[in-house]
Structures are given as C-alpha cells and as structure tokens.
C-alpha cells in the first residue's frame, strides 16, 4: 500500500515505518505496542483546533515546561475497530468515547475536542492504517488510543494555552484464545483508586500512574486484577484496577457499582442495555463488599476484553469462592457472547453501535 496521503511534519519517509503488515501474525497477536503506518495529529492554539495531518514518525517534541509533564494535564481514551463478518470495517460506540473524552478535558481545564473532530479523526487514522486491521475470525481488533494533552509552556499552577490531541492504532489479538478463562482477584485496603469527589470518574493519566504501585503488588501476590472499595469506609465495591464490576445475582439479575468515583465503562454501559433487552433486571446500586458471596458470577468489564471471569476475591488473607471453577459462568459467557457478536457483525445492532470507517 502507498503511504497514506497527507502526511505532514516533514517526516515523509524518515524514521521508522510501520511494521511490515504482510509478516503479521494475527493469530497470535497480544496485548502490546506495535507501530503502524501513521498516526493523527491535531493542535489547539489561539483558541481553536487545526486541520490536523497524518504523521508517520512516532515521536513527538514537546517543550520542558509543557502543563503535561509537570501539572498533569494529560487524558486519553481506549476503544475499539472490528474487520466484521461482511469484511467491513466498524468502529465501536466511538461517539460514546468522545463524550467521556470531552467530560475528561472539562475536569481537567483543557481544551476539548468537539465530538465531530474526535470521529473524524478516529476514522481518518483507522482508514489509514486499514491493513492494519485484524481479519475476521481472528478475533483480533484495531486497538483505537486517542489522547489529549496539555503541550503549552507554563511554570504556575494553570491550564496550557495549547494542547494536542493524537490518536494511535494498533492491532491487538483475541485476549482469550480457547474460551474465557476466570482470574482471582485481591482488595489492597492499604491502597484506594479515587477518592469521592476526585477524579475517578474521568480518564486522566495520574489516575494509572497512582495505580501501578497496588497492581504490581496484586501482580507479585499472584492476582491478575485488585479490586478497589469506596474510598470513605471501605465497605462498597468501587471497580477493578481498569475495569467495572458485574456481579450477577443467584436470580439473574445484573448488578454492577453506583458510585461518581469509578470510571463509566462504555463496555459496562453496553452490557446492561443487552442484559435488559435479554429480559434481565439490572440494578446500579451501591454494592456492598459483604454481598460478594451472595452473587453466582463476577466479572470485570471493559474495552480490551469484554469481560473477564473473577472466580476468586481475596481479602485480608480471605478467600471468597464465587462461579465456576475452570471456566465462565452461563449468563457472563451469554452477555460476552452476544456483545461481541454485534462488534463482529454476526448479529443485528439494534442500538446503532457500530458505524463503518
Ligand atoms: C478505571 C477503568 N474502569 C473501567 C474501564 C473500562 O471502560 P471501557 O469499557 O470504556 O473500556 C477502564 C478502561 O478504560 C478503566 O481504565
């Protein structure tokens, strides 16, 4: 393929190019950083947002007293791009991503990018890097980053007066190979993710620092996922390290966390709209952690996995049992099902989700 048109910063050619798209080998593609032929570039100066242009070099100078580095003005997003079943090209609620991105600027005094910018950009690097995109029945996906920073010099405490906002692909292969598979999980009481009136609901890149410190530690203990609890008594469920909580009822129902310092998961929104349109009641409610044993399956949701199985939580040395042993429980395995049967294209979308590059 030639290179896509429209690349700018002189960098035409130079540096390094995507990785050679006919070597990849999608069925065994992870979870990691790959480059691709271009990324999308766009900047906020004097008050407005330019054109933006395809860039191929994947560095970027940024100024030493850019509001990013040193205040933490820095936000992104994750979502995702399906080669469906008719052999098309679909984005995934993108317009949901760009909504939660704006929320995130707003939080953060940054410039925000208009919902129409955010998909129009996502769709320009998507098309130009379609080779890029997993074949169906790989399971793989184009992994979709957008991310928005503070790129203006300001040694006090205030907003950047210009900011950049980038979006990135990369192919990333079915998480589970072979069905989903449970993970345990640990509650570190030493450690809280956000705190009631903070920044939890927003994605904001402190957020994931402050994180890595407790998973490294869930890590070493053996734990694929810490789940964290409300930050005031450490007796509700808040959400996963990067993921929501779903508990599933003995009853069948749908249960996931009421709170305004988790992160609002598009996969977790998209999930209870299926539960309900399945017949099951979905309640967001305050989840008190004593309830964990009451509920038949657990599952962490989010964009890069869909849902993942928890069939253990593990609490001051405490083990609670919950769901299958080897594998996912019925109902989390019939919601998994049918979601990404819709990402896939195998199934109608009754709710409009998804929307050709
Ligand atoms: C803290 C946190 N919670 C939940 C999620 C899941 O959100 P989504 O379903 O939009 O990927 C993520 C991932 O973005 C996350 O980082």
């Not at 450490?234 to 069948?252: A, C, L, V």
């Not at 593990?314 to 049918?338: A, F, H, M, N, W």
Request: charged letters at 20%.
């Amino acid at each position: 393929m030639a290179p896509p048109s429209g690349l700018g910063n002189g960098q035409q050619g130079k540096g390094v190019r995507g990785l050679a798209k006919q070597n990849i080998d999608w069925a065994n593609l992870g979870f990691s950083y790959l480059q691709t032929d271009c990324h999308v570039r766009h900047v906020w100066r004097d008050g407005k947002w330019d054109d933006g242009e395809l860039v191929t070099e994947p560095f970027f100078n940024v100024h030493i007293a850019a509001t990013a580095l040193h205040y933490g003005q820095s936000i992104f997003e994750g979502l995702k791009a399906f080669r469906c079943k008719d052999g098309e090209v679909r984005l995934f609620r993108a317009d949901a991503n760009a909504r939660r991105m704006a929320n995130s600027a707003r939080r953060m005094c940054m410039a925000e990018v208009p919902e129409e910018l955010f998909l129009n950009a996502v769709k320009r690097v998507v098309a130009a890097n379609i080779d890029y995109v997993p074949p169906y029945g790989t399971g793989g996906s184009l992994y979709v980053r957008p991310l928005l920073f503070g790129s203006g010099a300001q040694i006090g405490v205030n907003p950047a007066d210009e900011y950049v906002f980038m979006v990135f692909v990369l192919p990333v292969g079915a998480y589970y190979k072979g069905g989903l598979k449970p993970v345990r999980a640990v509650v570190l009481d030493d450690y809280d993710r956000s705190a009631p009136l903070g920044v939890g609901h927003v994605k904001v890149a402190g957020n994931y620092a402050a994180s890595l410190e407790p998973h490294r530690i869930a890590h070493d203990k053996g734990f694929a996922v810490e789940l964290y609890l409300d930050a005031r008594e450490h007796s509700y469920i808040e959400e996963f390290g990067t993921s929501n909580f779903i508990g599933i009822s003995q009853d069948g129902g749908y249960v996931t966390a009421a709170s305004s310092s988790i992160l609002p998961s598009v996969t977790n929104a998209s999930l209870q709209t299926i539960a309900a349109d399945m017949g099951m009641d979905v309640a967001v409610r305050p989840i008190p952690f004593a309830e964990v044993p009451s509920f038949a399956e657990i599952g962490a949701c989010g964009t890069a996995v869909v849902i993942t199985p928890v069939n253990e939580i593990v609490r001051d040395g405490e083990s609670i049992k919950i769901g299958p042993t080897d594998g996912c429980g019925p109902v989390l395995q019939k919601l998994y099902t049918r979601m990404t049967a819709i990402q896939y294209g195998e199934a109608p979308d009754p709710f409009g989700w998804t929307v050709p590059v």
